[in-house]
C-alpha cells in the first residue's frame, strides 16, 4: 500500500520570494510521482511528473521537484513566487505495477502575500 | 483542457432524499473515477470504472452507487443523502496508461442539509 504526507497544510510567502512544498510518501514497490495544482473553484491539474530518468522535473511555468528515492521525497519548489501561484498544491503517487490507484496527499494551500 | 463536464455545478439538497451527479467526458478515456475532497483529507477515492458496465469501490464508497452505461458517462448517486455527504465531488478521467495520469473535471459542490 501506499501513502503520502504533505508536511505542511498552509504555506503563506511573499511575491517574490522562494517556496518548498514538502511531500514525503510510503510505498513497498516503485511509484510514479505527480503534483498537481487547484486554482480556486477549480478542479485539479497536472503541474508535473516524474516517471523515469532524471530526478529533477519541470513545470512550464518554474516549478520544479525532485525525486529523491533515499528520502523517499518529492518536495516541490520554486525560486520566486508570483501572486497567481496562489492556490492549493497536491502531491500524489501512483504505483508502477500500473492499475487504477494514485494516492493523494491533504494538499498544502500556498499564500502568496504582495 | 480534457473534455470533461459535471453538472450539477452546485447542488443543496435535505438529508434522506436521493441526489445523482453526473459526469460526462468526450475524450473517449477508459477510466473514470468519481473523488470527494474535504479540508484536511485531500481527494478520496469513491468508485472508479474501468469500461463500460465495469465499476469498483474506492476506500469510501459506503452510502453512493455509480452507474457507467456509456464511455462517456459515469453517475454517482447518493442513496438517501446525509449532512456527512456534504462536499465537493470532483470526477476524473484517465486513459489507463501505466502511470496513471488523470484529469479532472470543474467539480459538483453538494450540501446536504
Known amino acids: 500500500a501506499q501513502s503520502v504526507t504533505q508536511l505542511d497544510s498552509q504555506v503563506p510567502v511573499f511575491e517574490e520570494a522562494p517556496v518548498e512544498l514538502r511531500c514525503n510518501y510510503s510505498?513497498?514497490?516503485?511509484?510514479?510521482l505527480f503534483w498537481y495544482v487547484q486554482y480556486p473553484n477549480q478542479g485539479l491539474q497536472l503541474l508535473l511528473k516524474?516517471?523515469?530518468?532524471?530526478?529533477l522535473v519541470e513545470s512550464i511555468n518554474g516549478f520544479e521537484a525532485e525525486f529523491n528515492k533515499s528520502q523517499t521525497s518529492f518536495h516541490l519548489r520554486k525560486p520566486s513566487v508570483h501572486i497567481s501561484d496562489t492556490a492549493e498544491y497536491f502531491c500524489a503517487v501512483s504505483p508502477d505495477t500500473g492499475g487504477f490507484k494514485t494516492i493523494f496527499g491533504a494538499g498544502t494551500r500556498l499564500f502568496v502575500k504582495a | 483542457d480534457a473534455g470533461i463536464t459535471q453538472s450539477p455545478r452546485h447542488k443543496v439538497t435535505e438529508t434522506g432524499t436521493p441526489v445523482t451527479l453526473r459526469c460526462h467526458q468526450t475524450?473517449?478515456?477508459?477510466?473514470m473515477y468519481w473523488y470527494r475532497q474535504d479540508p484536511g483529507h485531500g481527494l478520496r477515492l469513491i468508485h472508479y470504472s474501468y469500461g463500460v458496465k465495469d465499476t469498483d469501490k474506492g476506500e469510501v464508497s459506503d452510502g453512493y452507487s455509480v452507474s457507467r452505461s456509456k464511455t462517456e458517462d459515469f453517475l454517482l448517486t447518493l442513496e438517501s443523502a446525509t449532512s456527512s455527504q456534504t462536499s465537493v465531488y470532483f470526477c476524473?478521467?484517465?486513459?489507463?496508461?501505466?502511470?496513471?495520469?488523470?484529469?479532472f473535471g470543474p467539480g459538483t459542490r453538494l450540501t446536504v442539509l
Open positions: 510505498s513497498s514497490v516503485s511509484v510514479y
Open positions: 475524450e473517449n478515456h477508459r477510466y
Open positions: 476524473a478521467i484517465s486513459p489507463g496508461t501505466v502511470y496513471n495520469e488523470q484529469f
Open positions: 516524474y516517471l523515469s530518468g532524471s530526478t
